[in-house]
């Protein structure tokens, strides 16, 4: 929990107010699955103890999509050609109040939940004795486990403008759910916006920074707002004035997303979400944090000073690297078994505690191939092609660095050794993000790492984010950052995908097949299945279903690898055909990535019907074909689309230590830029160099091309 947020623990009560940008979509209608959400929150919220109250916006925006659907269906064609009277908005306040209430009620019924309508005005509050009656009625309908639903009265008040505050006791949800706050004591207040939070800076604008904590001294003038929102009243600017004012009382405001479908329980978790209104902001001694934009504006500015070493400097870096990881080897390993034991008491499966492990040999080959890496040919401004367009006019195309990487991976520490070795090898700046579970792990590696990384580079370089609650803005940086690597879960790298304009490179499962055609070596075939399920069960390159050829069930032979895969430890669970002939249990999906001593058989029909099983259900990382056949294996090889496939060896060969790489910061099944084991190649682009004497276009008027090509050598 962070200990800005740590007042949540004592929080009871909490208001939450929805604004209309919220639970409208942008054609005005309601946004059905965002309230829903919203009402699943505050369900879980209120059977957890809760006593949570709804200030709801958008009534009278739900009163306009109503009566002007009214309006055309009792129109006449003479009446539609006709100009349009602009619909009254305290009429549309009385029809939108009905409907959007109608339907919180029949959503939390669903949910065996009960709320309550409270309409209220601004003159309502100058009654003292209103307001002790409020007081005690919202009192009881809490203890009777009810959610109070407020909203102000529009189709009643005597404003005489929707943002005139004639009263100066409110004048929109906002300032209102901030006087409930107050006047029923609330421990918190939330604000969902259709932002993540507040901006200093219009969300959309590249460089906009979000603030984590508003402290006013420091932030008042810093801010910029952009347009008010193009439905309901307030705006960003309402709600930071609302929870300015909440905090001023002594009462917490979160203003937040209310797209995401959990931030209200995220806030009451103590975790970093939104931007966060407190009393005491301006006096915590909080620690000065690197911004996501300084971290990787750092790291581009430290790739360029590394790109400007010699090949010679560089490949030092990466022997001094190695060099330390050995020397520091006890030290590696005492942080990493704090990690692990972390992850035991946590209840981890075994998969993840394979992966999360470095044992001493483990860090000797991280070493070695951080070696290799450094003993490769210089990649950096390496000649591609070379062309004399005019006579004196050369043109040529050179390999060079993307720029910056911001990885983001799970569980495996030692992916940061080799994503951080294959940076400096590349020339590229470097963010990463590693998992929790790993997270001494990885600071004690990064720590290491960058202190090998000479000042006269920096150690800025290589940057390590430690909270998930940057990430959201690293991805946001499409102008600093390159390329984004997720190395994970399919979740993880579906959520990266959808949350950035940055391009992204990777794979999300590693659903590896192995078919045993009816010419294979049956001896081969054991050893190739047993390596590509057993060597290293929770890599995404061991097999998960082998697909065997229909002629190996006559002669029992399926059944003895069926039994010698057992043997070893391996649960197999079987497809439609394969489960009812081997008495084994049948799989829901073929889509399956186990990452552990399990996989699925199937019994297949020919090598057609195996590639067309592949394409169906894999995940076009790594398939394997196993026969005697050459026929048979170049049509399985031209035909299978996967970023590798393997003809009589192992899924596990597809690694790129093992392909002569050095390392390898992943394995994509992108189509784009680079598939397979990504190594250094997979992180360079290219840029063109025109040397002339002196040459202008000058409408090509004595120009003459000769468009030669030229020895990459000059």
Not at 160 to 181: M, Q, R, V
Not at 623 to 634: F, G, L, N, R
Not at 665 to 690: E, F, K, M, Q
Request: aromatic share 4%.
């Amino acid at each position: 929990m962070d200990f800005s947020r740590e007042f949540v623990k004592d929080v009871k009560r909490l208001i939450v107010k929805v604004g209309t940008a919220v639970v409208t979509r942008a054609d005005g209608r309601l946004a059905v699955g965002r309230v829903g959400a919203l009402c699943e929150q505050l369900k879980e919220l209120n059977s957890q103890g809760y006593e949570v109250i709804l200030v709801a916006s958008g009534a009278v925006g739900v009163g306009i999509q109503r009566l002007r659907y009214r309006r055309l269906v009792n129109s006449s064609l003479d009446d539609l050609q006709k100009p349009q009277i602009e619909l009254d908005g305290k009429a549309c306040a009385a029809v939108g109040q009905s409907s959007l209430m109608a339907l919180y009620d029949t959503l939390f019924s669903q949910l065996d939940a009960t709320a309550s309508q409270l309409l209220v005005t601004e003159s309502d509050f100058k009654n003292p004795h209103f307001r002790m009656q409020l007081s005690e009625t919202v009192g009881s309908l809490l203890d009777l486990r009810v959610i109070p639903i407020f909203n102000e009265n529009d189709a009643i008040s005597t404003r005489g403008h929707p943002n005139e505050d004639s009263s100066g006791i409110f004048c929109d949800n906002d300032s209102l759910a901030t006087l409930l706050a107050t006047e029923l004591k609330a421990d918190l207040l939330v604000l969902l916006s259709d932002v993540e939070g507040l901006y200093d800076a219009p969300p959309k604008l590249p460089h906009a920074k979000m603030i984590h904590t508003y402290v006013r001294e420091k932030h008042e003038g810093e801010i910029t707002f952009g347009d008010k929102s193009k439905v309901g009243r307030g705006g960003m600017t309402a709600k930071v004035k609302a929870a300015i004012q909440a905090a001023e009382a002594g009462i917490p405001a979160v203003i937040t997303s209310g797209y995401a479908t959990d931030n209200i329980v995220k806030v009451l978790q103590g975790q970093r979400v939104g931007t966060l209104f407190h009393k005491d902001a301006h006096s915590w001694a909080l620690v000065k944090e690197i911004g996501a934009r300084e971290l990787a504006v750092a790291a581009r500015e430290c790739s360029r000073q590394l790109q400007a070493l010699s090949s010679k400097d560089r490949s030092k870096i990466l022997m001094d690297i190695a060099d330390a990881l050995e020397a520091n080897e006890k030290l590696i390993k005492a942080e990493n078994d704090a990690d692990i034991a972390a992850a035991q008491e946590a209840g981890y499966d075994n998969s993840l505690l394979s992966r999360l492990t470095l044992k001493p040999e483990k860090i000797s080959g991280l070493a070695n191939s951080i070696r290799v890496l450094a003993d490769m040919k210089e990649p950096i401004g390496h000649v591609l092609t070379r062309m004399e367009l005019a006579d004196g006019l050369v043109l040529e195309k050179k390999s060079c660095p993307l720029g910056v990487l911001l990885i983001v991976f799970e569980s495996r520490p030692d992916a940061l050794v080799q994503i951080a070795s294959l940076s400096i090898r590349s020339g590229n700046g470097l963010l990463l993000k590693g998992g929790k579970e790993a997270s001494k792990s990885n600071a004690i590696l990064h720590k290491i790492i960058t202190g090998a990384i000479p000042n006269t580079v920096g150690e800025k370089l290589i940057g390590l984010v430690t909270s998930r609650e940057q990430i959201p803005d690293l991805l946001k940086l499409n102008d600093v950052i390159d390329l984004v690597i997720p190395r994970g879960s399919n979740k993880l790298v579906s959520q990266i995908k959808d949350s950035t304009k940055i391009p992204v490179l990777g794979h999300s499962d590693g659903i590896c097949h192995v078919y045993i055609d009816k010419s294979a070596n049956m001896k081969m075939a054991k050893h190739i299945v047993l390596d590509a399920k057993t060597d290293y069960p929770a890599a995404c390159n061991a097999m998960e279903t082998l697909l065997v050829h229909k002629d190996f069930l006559s002669d029992g032979r399926l059944n003895k690898l069926v039994s010698e895969l057992q043997r070893k430890g391996v649960t197999v669970h079987g497809g439609p055909r394969a489960s009812a002939l081997l008495n084994i249990s049948q799989v829901n999906s073929f889509h399956h990535e186990y990452n552990s001593m399990a996989c699925t058989v199937e019994i297949i029909e020919d090598v057609h019907s195996a590639i067309d099983h592949i394409h169906r259900h894999g995940s076009a990382h790594t398939d394997c074909i196993i026969t005697e056949d050459p026929k048979i294996a170049e049509i399985f090889l031209h035909q299978v689309d996967s970023a590798a496939v393997f003809h009589n060896a192992s899924t596990r060969f597809c690694d790129g230590a093992r392909f002569g790489l050095g390392a390898e910061v992943g394995i994509s099944t992108s189509r784009i830029h680079a598939r397979g084991p990504v190594g250094v190649d997979g992180l360079l682009t290219s840029r063109w160099i025109l040397k002339g004497n002196g040459h202008v276009v000058d409408g090509d008027e004595g120009v003459v091309y000769t468009h030669k090509n030229l020895a990459t050598q000059a």
